[in-house]
């Protein structure tokens, strides 16, 4: 009996922090700006680095360069949409890019990330040098159906990540709210113009 008691207190305090670590993304105005309403789960977000997004910590592009690995609970006859955008384009304080696209994959069966539809192959963080902190999110749909889309934007291509809006893309798609969220946030480094020259060949 102590052992069950025990065990419950766990699953309680973890169930409170998840909780706390997903407020970060109305203390961040993720909540208003991009999403409307607080997702239930954490997406795990680990980059081969070895560091990890965790609702709202920094990184450095150098960092996050890769496309990360995700984990995320899912049912594995159900199918998700798994996007990560920057709203904070070209700066915080002046978004008129608002969003850019970083990454977007959707068809995908359970967790098997690789087995979905990539309709935005994922570039890192590219915030320019002197606007700050950008808020980099990820964030998972469930699927009603199968997501028909014609968008196939490639590693190297700016057209179609510009001023990209994932709240009209899910009214579009019927993909109702995000069921999982998390991000980080990451300002200017070196590795940036190595990235905006790779863009600009596309």
Known sequence: MKSVIIFLAIVIAQVAMASNDLNNLTKEQVIPEVIDVQPKASIKVDYNSGVAAQQGNELKPTQVKDQPRFTYEAKPDDHYTLVMVDPDAPSRKEPKLREILHFMVANIPGQDVDKGDVLAEYIGSGPPQGTGLHRYIFLLFKQSGRLESKMKISKTSR??????????????????????????????DDYVPLLHAQLSKG
Not at 161 to 179: Q, W, Y
């Open 159 to 188: 057209n179609g990540r510009v001023n990209f809006s994932i709240r009209k893309f899910a009214k579009e798609h019927n993909l109702g709210d995000p069921i999982a969220a998390n991000f980080y946030q990451a300002q200017y």
